[in-house]
Nanobody, 121 residues
Framework: QEQLVESGGGLVQPGGSLRLSCAASGIGFPINDMGWYRQAPGKQRESVASVSTGGSSIYAESVKGRFTVSRDNGKNTVYLQMNSLKSEDTAVYYC???????????????WGKGTLVTVSS
């Protein structure tokens, strides 16, 4: 069964750091992009960062210079290093994995269940 499992969330003080991990398993096709989204209380889910198989990355403006996304293709795992955390980074963080299904290349997105990051003093 396909699943993505996030870990590494928790409570951190403003200015602190956390590293999130997300391991994908049971996906029977090559994974294309992997990434992170977040959803703060009362807000819509938003994209945080994504990384291609080749390592090219895209970031939301709000996290540029503070967050770094990376992946280990051999382990089907994506990471999010979060530095200089702010209270507005508080949210549930979800990882996803994009797969293009044969024979027509239908795009399928798998999601994790999320991990809570709370930035507070």
């Amino acid at each position: 069964q396909e699943q993505l499992v996030e870990s590494g969330g928790g409570l951190v003080q403003p200015g602190g750091s956390l590293r999130l991990s997300c391991a994908a398993s049971g996906i029977g096709f090559p994974i294309n992009d992997m990434g992170w989204y977040r959803q703060a209380p009362g807000k819509q889910r938003e994209s945080v960062a994504s990384v291609s198989t080749g390592g090219s990355s895209i970031y939301a403006e709000s996290v540029k210079g503070r967050f770094t996304v990376s992946r280990d293709n051999g382990k089907n795992t994506v990471y999010l290093q979060m530095n200089s955390l702010k209270s507005e980074d508080t949210a549930v963080y979800y990882c996803n994995a994009v797969v293009f299904l044969p024979p027509h290349g239908t795009r399928m997105v798998y999601w994790g269940k999320g991990t809570l990051v709370t930035v507070s003093s």
